[in-house]
């Protein structure tokens, strides 16, 4: 037999499996390796998000799974199939480990694309939606980095051995992330294998999730330039301003003092009072408070000043007498109840001319 032909038999009859098998065994000497590698490049990318304000919703980590290992490395070649498509798996297959960062909003992945070409030397990006149209496959998109630490960083002592080592981190809306996850156990990966009416419907919620993200990074922009707007607004003495818990912060810390104790849930109830007891705008909650002074009136229910939260709900009280108590959320908890009716007595006796503000008819009597 001519030395060619032999070659020929040898490779048709190449063994994947032990191929495979023997991959796995070096790759579980080294996982280790490749955990330590990902669990450090997810903390760099955590802490240059964090430094850079990035709001994501998850960074995740991990080193391949062993059985996922074995497979891909037993795989024959896309262009010829007689020999397997990775000779050297250890060293060829490039997501042993692996970050996944998954983002609220799709305008947040140019952000976070920003920092890994901040923080690493990035060898390949790929867009997967591309990849999954010229397959004919059912999909959606996401993108996929290759990187490596930066040569500074390789330098120090923690991270000189990971080297050369490639890390993949995918980049992921939160909707492009369930359609990932859901994608797992859908029968049919090809759109030539499925029936007409199913490759449909596919289509269609595919369209509907993309629609879905664009419209939710939408309202995100909207959001933000009326919060903007409001802002811009009270600075200029404009309060003709929705009731919102940013627009109602921004007026206390103007008309009260700054009070950095006071978390988000704080303007959301505040919020939720000031609707429950009829007001609109900031306009009419100036009307309501403006003859009053909140020290005082803190000093004199409470016998020292409270933080801006308490200030103003006895500024509302002072301003909208028993109006303030009946309609408040709390109105029917009899603890609380009594605790506003003691607080409007001590302001009456306290000297304070009780106002009956009502902002369903913006006046005052």
């Given at each position: 037999?001519?030395?060619?032909?032999?070659e020929?038999?040898?490779?048709?009859?190449f063994?994947?499996e032990?191929?495979?098998?023997?991959a796995?065994?070096?790759y579980?000497?080294?996982?280790?390796?490749?955990?330590?590698?990902?669990?450090?490049?997810?903390?760099?990318i955590?802490?240059?998000?964090n430094?850079?304000?990035?709001?994501?919703?998850?960074?995740t980590?991990?080193?391949?799974?062993?059985?996922s290992?074995?497979?891909?490395?037993?795989?024959?070649?896309?262009?010829?199939?007689t020999?397997?498509?990775?000779?050297?798996?250890?060293?060829?297959?490039?997501?042993?480990?692996?970050?996944?960062?998954?983002?609220?909003f799709?305008?947040t992945?140019?952000?976070?694309?920003?920092a890994?070409?901040?923080?690493?030397?990035?060898?390949?990006r790929?867009?997967k939606s591309?990849?999954?149209?010229?397959?004919?496959?059912?999909?959606?998109?996401s993108?996929?980095?290759?990187?490596?630490?930066?040569?500074?960083?390789?330098?120090?002592?923690?991270?000189a051995?990971?080297?050369?080592?490639?890390?993949?981190?995918?980049?992921?809306?939160?909707?492009?992330h369930?359609?990932?996850?859901?994608?797992?156990?859908?029968?049919?990966?090809?759109?030539?294998?499925?029936?007409?009416?199913?490759?449909?419907?596919?289509?269609a919620?595919?369209?509907?999730?993309e629609?879905?993200d664009?419209?939710?990074?939408?309202?995100?922009?909207?959001?933000?330039?009326?919060?903007?707007?409001?802002r811009?607004?009270?600075?200029a003495?404009n309060?003709?301003?929705?009731?919102?818990?940013?627009?109602?912060k921004?007026?206390?810390d103007?008309?009260?003092?700054?009070?950095?104790?006071?978390?988000?849930s704080?303007?959301?109830w505040?919020?939720?009072?000031?609707?429950?007891?009829?007001?609109?705008d900031?306009?009419?909650?100036?009307?309501?408070?403006a003859?009053f002074?909140?020290?005082?009136?803190?000093r004199?229910?409470?016998?020292?000043?409270?933080?801006?939260?308490?200030?103003?709900?006895?500024?509302?009280?002072?301003?909208m007498?028993?109006?303030?108590l009946?309609?408040?959320?709390?109105g029917?908890?009899?603890?609380?109840?009594?605790?506003g009716?003691?607080?409007l007595?001590?302001?009456?006796?306290?000297?304070?001319?009780?106002?009956?503000?009502?902002?369903?008819?913006?006046?005052?009597?």
């Amino acid at each position: 037999m001519e030395s060619a032909d032999i070659e020929e038999e040898r490779e048709s009859t190449f063994d994947f499996e032990e191929h495979g098998r023997e991959a796995l065994s070096e790759y579980l000497k080294a996982r280790s390796h490749y955990q330590a590698l990902a669990l450090s490049v997810e903390r760099i990318i955590r802490e240059c998000l964090n430094r850079l304000q990035t709001k994501i919703n998850s960074v995740t980590s991990r080193a391949k799974d062993a059985e996922s290992f074995e497979k891909k490395a037993s795989q024959p070649s896309d262009i010829d199939p007689t020999v397997p498509k990775y000779r050297d798996p250890l060293h060829e297959i490039t997501d042993l480990a692996g970050v996944r960062i998954i983002t609220f909003f799709p305008d947040t992945m140019s952000e976070v694309e920003h920092a890994l070409n901040e923080q690493f030397s990035i060898i390949e990006r790929t867009d997967k939606s591309d990849a999954l149209i010229d397959n004919e496959r059912f999909g959606y998109q996401s993108v996929h980095f290759l990187l490596k630490l930066k040569p500074p960083r390789t330098k120090l002592p923690e991270f000189a051995r990971f080297g050369e080592d490639i890390v993949e981190v995918q980049v992921r809306t939160i909707l492009q992330h369930a359609w990932a996850e859901i994608e797992h156990d859908i029968q049919y990966k090809s759109a030539l294998a499925i029936p007409e009416e199913i490759n449909r419907r596919f289509m269609a919620l595919a369209a509907l999730l993309e629609i879905a993200d664009r419209e939710f990074q939408s309202i995100h922009d909207a959001e933000s330039r009326i919060r903007t707007d409001a802002r811009e607004r009270l600075i200029a003495g404009n309060l003709d301003v929705e009731i919102t818990p940013d627009s109602l912060k921004a007026y206390l810390d103007r008309k009260l003092g700054v009070d950095n104790r006071l978390s988000k849930s704080t303007y959301d109830w505040l919020v939720r009072v000031l609707k429950g007891l009829g007001f609109a705008d900031l306009s009419q909650v100036d009307a309501c408070i403006a003859p009053f002074d909140d020290g005082a009136l803190s000093r004199i229910t409470e016998g020292w000043r409270q933080g801006q939260a308490t200030r103003f709900e006895h500024m509302l009280l002072a301003g909208m007498g028993e109006t303030f108590l009946d309609r408040h959320p709390l109105g029917n908890e009899p603890s609380w109840a009594a605790l506003g009716t003691d607080r409007l007595r001590r302001l009456r006796e306290g000297g304070i001319d009780i106002a009956s503000y009502d902002p369903q008819n913006s006046s005052v009597e």
